[in-house]
T-cell receptor, first 114, second 114 residues
Framework: EAQVTQNPRYLITVTGKKLTVTCSQN?????MSWYRQDPGLGLRQIYY???????DKGDVPEGYKVSRKEKRNFPLILESPSPNQTSLYFC?????????????FGQGTRLTVV | AQSVTQPDIHITVSEGASLELRCNYS??????LFWYVQSPGQGLQLLLK??????LVQGIKGFEAEFKRSQSSFNLRKPSVHWSDAAEYFC????????????FGTGTRLLVSP
């Protein structure tokens, strides 16, 4: 089954404790991206990657890091989480070169930083 | 810069009534256009998409959307709403050159009354 898998689904952590949210896709997609969803703001892009070792900032990259060492994985790293990073996070993947492509989303990770 | 406007934060519709959710975008060229639905506690599901061609697009769950270039709009419609349609709906755009950036509107929450 084609899917984007995020882990964990729920996470509560304390300020300053480094964490990683994993994202994996099994569709051989070149494009992957991270979004955060906050009430009244919709989804905002954090980082994206057009292929292995190619990453770029989205609209709200501050406080986040990413890496793309393998095509299937795109982890989101919070080196020193702060309460304003409490949010619902989504990973997405797509194959930009295909006609009529679409973005596939993971189930989301709800992060609470206390 | 691209932007997407969903002017209605909340909409309440009686079950069986028709529905129209508004979406306007700002972009220099015709982008790719999408509607996603997010049920409570769930991820994002693609309802329909527009790339080119026929401006009336059919999607899943009985939804359709019409692209109007002159109005920069991509409104979502359904002739008869079911209680299970209660969810949050997001309009999104991406440049027709690829998936570098999927820009979302702030969402419209649909409430369905008996």
């Amino acid at each position: 089954e084609a899917q984007v898998t995020q882990n964990p689904r729920y996470l509560i952590t304390v300020t300053g404790k480094k964490l990683t949210v994993t994202c994996s896709q099994n569709m051989n997609h070149e494009y992957m991206s991270w979004y955060r969803q906050d009430p009244g703001l919709g989804l905002r892009q954090i980082y994206y990657s057009m292929n292995v070792e190619v990453t770029d900032k989205g609209d709200v990259p501050e406080g986040y890091k990413v890496s793309r060492k393998e095509k299937r994985n795109f982890p989101l790293i919070l080196e020193s989480p702060s309460p304003n990073q409490t949010s619902l996070y989504f990973c997405a993947s797509a194959s930009p070169g295909h006609r009529n492509t679409e973005a596939f989303f993971g189930q989301g990770t709800r992060l609470t930083v206390v | 810069a691209q932007s997407v406007t969903q002017p209605d934060i909340h909409i309440t519709v009686s079950e069986g009534a028709s529905l129209e959710l508004r979406c306007n975008y700002s972009y220099g060229a015709t982008p790719y256009l999408f509607w996603y639905v997010q049920s409570p506690g769930q991820g994002l599901q693609l309802l329909l998409k527009y790339f080119s061609g026929d401006t009336l697009v059919q999607g899943i769950k009985g939804f359709e959307a019409e692209f109007k270039r002159s109005q920069s709009s991509f409104n979502l419609r359904k002739p008869s709403v079911h209680w299970s349609d209660a969810a949050e709906y997001f309009c999104a755009v991406t440049p027709n050159t690829g998936f570098q950036k999927l820009v979302f509107g702030t969402g419209t929450r649909l409430l369905v009354s008996p």
